[in-house]
């Protein structure tokens, strides 16, 4: 039961509307004109979104203030939300309230973490991801808050309109992280009971297997309760339905084929929010994140055209942390001259860093707004304290970003989706890291050559601020006294031979972190270590153009008897601006 009274369940043999959610879906289509539809028309692009995940309530809330014994404070929480981003340049925050399965608020429609055990949790310190935190600390932190009269949903609209930002809920569609232990493991704090009591409501045949099939109708309906609840119990502004977490809705291989359940159910979201709109006098927005190519939305089942043809979005969140956004002209032609708002998504670590410096998120910034952006959207950024705030500003404003310095890292392939069904290859398979990754590759023998593209955004031909200085970084594994030429847009650079031996070099990388601030989830520490080993190489900034470059990697000699092949797993560019 939750804190109401109300059962958190759909009953399991209660007659579902499917005439109601199709009468919801007809009804979508007639109001295209509404004005509190906003259909993007309502819309003006933001600079930066900042999706703040719920784990800011649970174990992260104690990992960052280990010195607290009790439950979490509303000040406390209110400091590790907005604290980071106070001042920097964002303009909506997207909250996310827990797995969309379990509620990190006092709900009528879910249940607590950890209610269906009774409150009873794992002995494992490292139950959650690996984190060192106490599982009861971690998962009662939002109870306490709500208990103690600051439910969170309240909290968030609250303090986004004391800073004028929008409030956003980001409501993870089907969160499987309840399912990363073998089922029938107990307790489990997030699987619901729900799910407990339906497994035929579940995709079969997944390795993470607790995934919501949503061909079935109590599904479908459970969810857009869960939804409506938001908007009728707190003043948000709108909603990110967030399809990527995670990626199976329906049985493997009859996504396309299902997608149309999943159209009818942003009918129905579109039409409830549109009434419950008419009733507050202003729009609610429907932001949806989705793949970051409009066939990899198909393939997933996401049938975005439809979803924009129909006016059922008002933007589109794109991808899991890009570095550039090759698709969003593929977007932008189906919107025809409604010119939704587009908002590709900015991730702090990956590419061989555990977190990104500066640099390297300037540079995909840089990229990002090169692509066409209307602004960025940022995920993942589990940070606490003010020492990110200024970069947050540099990132949300292209002109900022114009003269700093910057480093381009070509996407690396994510290996393990390749060695089979693995877990966390269910959560990312509409992904660049996926489908479209420019390393590793390999060079076996002699002469064989790579050509690949590295896209950089600065303006090397300014007469105002050109950069000063660029530098090539190439991460290489396996080599044996091997000889490599290596090429930019045609030209060899210096020294025209690379040798495996004499020329490898340590690529330094560090993160200095302040006194008292830090990444949550990483243990208190003022500097991160990310060196590598590889070849660097000067390059002359006349030879850099903005936009595409090539980069040809050529294996020129072998000695004798090598029988491991080179593996390029790293490509970065490095441009300076200061002295």
């Known amino acids: 039961m939750t804190g109401s009274g109300k059962s958190p369940l759909v009953p399991q043999n209660a007659p579902i509307s499917r005439r109601r959610l199709l009468q919801l879906g007809a009804g979508g289509l007639a109001c295209l004109a509404d004005p509190l539809r906003s259909d993007g028309r309502n819309s003006s692009p933001r600079r930066l979104l900042f999706n703040c995940d719920g784990s800011m309530i649970h174990c992260w809330g104690r990992a960052a203030l280990p010195q607290n014994s009790g439950p979490l404070s509303r000040q406390e929480f209110t400091d590790l939300v907005f ?8 303009d909506t925050l997207l909250f996310s309230f827990g797995s969309g399965n379990v509620a990190e608020y006092q709900s009528n429609v879910l249940e607590w973490p950890g209610e269906a055990d009774r409150f009873r949790f794992p002995e494992s310190r490292t139950w959650h991801g690996g984190i060192e935190v106490d599982p009861k600390h971690q998962y009662l932190n939002p109870k306490s808050l709500a208990d103690s009269g600051h439910n969170p949903p309240q909290v968030i609209v609250d303090e986004c309109r ?11 569609m089907n969160d499987i992280h309840d399912g990363q232990h073998p089922r ?16 035929d409501w579940l995709v079969p045949d997944l390795d993470w297997w607790s995934a919501l099939n949503f061909e079935v109708a109590p599904v479908r309906e459970l969810k857009l309760r869960v939804i409506e609840e938001f908007f009728d119990r707190w003043d948000f502004d709108g909603i990110e339905l967030d399809w990527l977490r995670h990626t199976f809705y329906f049985p493997r ?50 049938e975005v055209p439809n979803w924009i043809r129909e006016g059922l979005v008002d933007f589109l969140i794109l991808g899991q942390g890009l570095t550039e956004c090759r698709g969003l002209s593929g977007f932008r032609e189906l919107m025809g001259d409604r010119r939704l708002p587009i908002y590709p998504s900015l991730y702090p670590f990956g590419n061989g860093y555990p977190i990104y410096p500066d640099e390297v998120i300037r540079g995909s910034a840089a990229n990002l707004w090169r692509d066409g952006a209307d602004g960025l959207y940022t995920f993942n950024w589990f940070f606490y304290g003010r020492w990110r705030n200024r970069l947050l500003r540099e990132i949300a404003n292209p002109a900022r970003l114009r003269d700093k310095d910057k480093r381009y890292t070509l996407v690396q392939r994510f290996e393990a989706h390749r060695t089979g069904r693995s877990p966390r290859s269910d959560s990312v398979r509409f992904n660049s890291m996926i ?19 590295l896209p950089i955004a600065d303006d090397v031909s300014s007469t105002s601020s050109p950069p000063r200085r660029a530098e090539l970084m190439v991460g290489l594994d396996g080599l044996s006294g091997d000889v490599l030429e290596i090429s930019l847009n045609g030209q060899v650079l210096e020294p025209g031979e690379m040798d495996a031996v004499k020329d490898l070099a340590t690529v ?23 060196d590598f080993n590889g070849f660097r190489l000067p390059v002359p900034v006349a030879r850099l153009t903005r936009g595409d470059n090539q980069l040809q990697l050529r294996l020129k000699r072998r000695p004798p008897g090598a029988d491991r092949p080179v593996r390029v797993r790293r490509i970065e560019l490095s441009v300076g601006y200061g002295g």
């Open 184 to 199: 029938g493991t107990l307790p489990n704090p997030e699987l619901a009971t729900f799910k407990r009591l339906n497994p």
């Open 83 to 90: 604290t980071p981003i106070e001042n920097g340049g964002v």
């Open 435 to 453: 489908k479209a990754a420019s390393l590793p590759f390999t060079l076996e023998s002699a002469g064989a050559g790579q050509n690949v593209t």
């Open 253 to 302: 291989g009859l996504e396309r084929e299902k997608g149309k359940y999943l159209t009818e159910f942003m009918r129905a979201v579109r039409e409830s929010l549109r009434r419950k709109a008419a009733g507050r006098g202003r729009p609610i927005e429907i932001a949806v994140r989705v793949p970051e190519r409009v066939e990899w939305c198909l393939e997933g089942g996401f």
């Open 162 to 172: 004391r800073r004028g930002m929008k409030a956003f809920v980001s409501l993870r």
């Open 508 to 530: 330094a990388c560090h993160l200095d972190i302040p006194p008292g601030e830090g990444i949550l989830g990483f243990p208190p520490r003022r500097r991160l270590d990310m």
